[in-house]
């Protein structure tokens, strides 16, 4: 309360990389087992990541220690631009008192986390492509071989323009739209239930991670379908003029999945989801509600 906008820029930021850095190996897992079996039917291909634990011994097995860490500048340059948008744009609603409305914490949830979607989708584009790379022997999804991140946003930029960077962004933004009205409104309304409920003392860090385990368990089971979607949009190959090879576009990657990997499909490494999921936003918001005290 009385932080301004600007200041909940930077905290938003700060709060979203300092999370980043702690699970982003849950999300190199994650990003991995939704590629599994692109547009297959459940058991006619190999699976070379099972289950999380199984899946992360896989890839240092493939990559090193090293490769749980894959896309880490990516990621922290997303969550740093997304989330800084997203709790500015909140923030912003808080000021203007729309969150006192009836649904308005999730209407300006929804939209601070489309704004913030749309500002680092590139981001995302280039993290998701560098953590699905590995070993042809353990590669799931396609595979688009950039040597680092500035290579990787130099040859997307060279071969189709700015537009190319902003491609899979109609997965994203459904995707932290989402996410964000559900991770934000229910983790005001967990937190204040537990303090009404005098469990916890108001602005205590025990409210503040009771209201952000509630919050990562509404996101996850909300959130994995798009996320799902969003990985494949993003990692899909293009054709010369940028047109994706697999989808046409969000529908149409949700009818392929469900038509040909089943509606569980739509679900894949839903584990790997919560398990990154849930302590990204116990440790996102945790670092902003005591950043913003502060």
Partial sequence: AGVP????????????????????????????????GELQPPGTYPRPYRGVLRAAVAVCRADGLRGLQKGLAAGLLYQGLMNGVRFYCYSHAEDAGWTGYPGGTVAAGAVAGAV????????YLVKTHLQAQTLSAMAVGHQHNHESISSAFRSIYQQHGVVGLWRGVTGAVPRV????????????????WVCERQWFRKGSWAAVLAGGMVSGVAVAVTMTPFDVISTRL???PVDADGTGKLYRGFLDCILQISSKEGL???????????????????????????????
Wanted: charged fraction near 10%; aromatic fraction near 8%.
């Fill in 116 to 123: 913030g979607a749309i500002v680092g989708s590139p981001a």
């Fill in 5 to 36: 906008p600007a200041i909940d820029l930077v905290l938003g930021a700060t709060a979203g990389c300092l999370a980043c850095f702690l699970t982003n190996p849950l999300e190199v897992v994650k990003t991995r087992l939704q590629l599994q």
């Fill in 177 to 192: 739209a989402v996410g964000s009205a559900v991770q934000l409104a229910t983790f005001a309304s967990a937190k204040d």
């Fill in 264 to 294: 569980l499909g739509l679900y894949k490494g839903i584990g790997a989801v919560y398990l990154r999921l849930g302590p990204h936003t116990v440790l996102s918001l945790f670092f902003w509600d005591k950043l913003r005290n502060m």
């Fill in 234 to 236: 993003y990692n899909q």
